[in-house]
C-alpha cells in the first residue's frame, strides 16, 4: 500500500495476461467469437451462396432485413 489508498482497500493483485482474459470473460462474456468467417472451411452451410454467385446467406439476410430508414 502506498498510504494512498482508503482504510481497508488493497490495490488488485496483478494478474499474467491469460488470467486477466479469463477473468475478463467470467465478468463480460466472451465478446468476439473464436473463430471468424475468415477462419473456416469454405462451403458451410451458413456461408453458402445464394445463387447468383455473389452473396452469401448472411449477406442476403442482411439484406432482406434493412431497417426502411437505410433504403
Same mark, same amino acid.
Given at each position: 500500500m ?6 481497508? +482497500?488493497r /490495490?488488485?493483485?496483478?494478474? &499474467?495476461?491469460?488470467?486477466?482474459? $479469463?477473468r475478463? #470473460?467470467?465478468?463480460?462474456g466472451? +465478446?468476439? /467469437?473464436?473463430?471468424?468467417? &475468415?477462419d473456416?472451411?469454405?462451403g $458451410?452451410?451458413? #456461408? ?10 448472411a ?7 434493412v431497417?426502411?430508414?437505410?433504403g
Open positions: 502506498t498510504g494512498r489508498e482508503p482504510h481497508g +482497500v /490495490p488488485a493483485p496483478r494478474l &499474467d495476461p491469460s488470467a486477466r482474459r $479469463r475478463r #470473460d467470467e465478468v463480460f466472451e +465478446v468476439l /467469437p473464436e473463430a471468424t468467417a &475468415d473456416r472451411e469454405p $458451410r452451410p451458413e #456461408d453458402a451462396a445464394t445463387g447468383d454467385g455473389s452473396d452469401t446467406a449477406d442476403a439476410w442482411l439484406r432482406d432485413n431497417p426502411p430508414h437505410h
